[in-house]
């Protein structure tokens, strides 16, 4: 099964439980989630004010982890990529080898 991320209103299911004294088996079998899962939230949760705001904070890491695209980086670049497609009519697995040879890097 594969993991996926609490949603809020899981979240403040699992802080109203708790606050009523259910235990984590419990409250795991309510949200159909593995009791590990629910234990690792409610260490997670303590120190939060809300899990709405713990949320918001996630998406907005979550926003702002992904690796940047090298041609948005590197115009130069990015016009000899084109060039030698328009142009030269080259192909994406050659313009890749090409690159490592001339130390652009890997680019695919």
Known sequence: MSYHHFIISE???ILEFSAK????????LWLKRSPRSVS????????RC???????NYRAKRCHSYKP???DQKSILCQKVIELIEEHQWSPEQI???MVLENYGHIS
Do not use: D, F, H, V
């Open 11 to 13: 979240r403040e299911s």
């Open 21 to 28: 004294g259910m235990t984590i088996r419990a409250i795991a």
């Open 40 to 47: 690792r939230e409610m260490n997670w949760l303590p120190g």
């Open 50 to 56: 809300s899990s709405s705001k713990s949320q918001k």
């Open 69 to 71: 695209r090298i041609l």
């Open 96 to 98: 890749a080898k090409r």
